[in-house]
């Protein structure tokens, strides 16, 4: 029992809100790029990958482990985030701390995601039993480059302020 919950029904939870934090979280990403704001996604994409990190350390084996160390640099991610986007509102530097922030909290929820397929789906368990196998390997290489080609598009495209301001110009026409 893990908080009251069946430990199978709490890691279906935690599996359930890991994916709400995937799917929000590439939607943010998205927006970043096109320079939007968005706000509903941003606050549903870091409240559900916090309780992400949050509810891996009571999900047994217990220990300082790899994926608890992963739900530990989430967490210092994700209060850079909210640092960032709340108190700072995205001002100078806080942008790309944002940005980046956010980037590097989705890929590390989409890393642990790949960890896991690997292991449940017995499809890709066969390709990669150890999860040092090439086809573990490139697919991490692969998510790897995606997000560090993400994130360097997100910090270059994403001035709301800038976006913002236009747009109220445009109005005021």
Do not use: C
């Not at 509102?89 to 397929?117: C, D, E, K, M, P």
């Not at 368990?125 to 598009?153: C, H, K």
């Amino acid at each position: 029992m893990i908080l009251g919950m069946s430990t199978p029904t709490f890691t279906l939870m935690h599996v359930v809100v890991s994916l709400i934090g995937i799917f929000s979280g590439g939607i943010v990403v998205i927006n970043m790029l096109r320079s939007r704001r968005s706000e509903g996604w941003t606050a549903l994409f870091l409240a559900s990958t916090i309780l992400t990190s949050v509810t891996g350390f009571p999900i047994p084996p217990f220990g300082f482990d790899p994926p608890r160390a992963v739900g530990v640099i989430s967490l210092i991610l994700l209060a850079a985030a909210l640092f960032a986007r709340y108190r700072e509102h995205l001002a100078g530097t806080w942008r790309w701390i944002y940005v980046v922030s956010v980037t590097a909290a989705l890929y590390l929820n989409v890393f642990v995601g790949v960890v896991q397929a690997f292991q449940k789906l017995a499809f890709l368990e066969r390709l990669a039993p150890t999860q040092s196998e090439p086809p573990f390997l490139v697919a991490q290489l692969v998510v790897v480059a995606i997000f560090i080609l993400l994130g360097f598009s997100a910090v270059r495209r994403f001035h709301p302020e800038t976006t913002h301001r236009t747009q109220s110009v445009e109005v005021a026409r």
